[in-house]
């Protein structure tokens, strides 16, 4: 088998040491199974909850440091009225109020994990919004917050919450693999 895969890859010596290398990982086992080790080493799936809640955290977080000051100020809500005003959106007042609103909902359900599904959904579709309004504008560099927000609100959405939420106490975030 060791030598099959020199020999498609045209003798190459390099190759040859590499397939003996993973070979000689576990004899007993298949060249495919042990391939599959190198290349998504089971120990780190392990961690895949925790760092799903570290996401959910700081996404969380985020969201909500980034709309508190509308939600306490009502000049600073004004202000993004006139944000939204000043790049086309309908009802900039109404429009505000639902981002901003939207936001923190989103934020405080990726934090406590309750509903993560939906709220990934709403944060991915706000984001969308936000791209295609302002952020295309600004080039790469300038959509690639909301983008990565869009993603992570999208990746929320399909996945769910993990094991340390609520969605998870309530049987509701039943995270599909394989």
Known sequence: MVRAGAVLAGGGHHLDRAVE???????????ALNLARLIAPPLLSRGADAALLAARLVV?????????????????????????????????????????????????????????????????????VAVAMVDAKLGVRGAFPATALVLFGLLFATIGAGRFSVDRVLGRSEMRRG
């Open 21 to 31: 290398a993973v070979a000689a990982l576990d004899g007993d086992r298949p060249l």
């Open 60 to 128: 969380g977080a985020f969201l909500i440091w980034g709309v508190w000051d509308n939600i306490v100020s009502a000049e600073r809500m004004r202000e993004f009225e006139g944000f939204l005003a000043a790049h086309s959106f309908a009802s900039p007042p109404l429009m505000a109020r639902l981002s901003v609103y939207a936001q923190f909902l989103v934020g405080l359900s990726f934090v406590i994990g309750l509903g993560t599904r939906w709220a990934g959904l709403v944060c991915a579709f706000n984001f969308a």
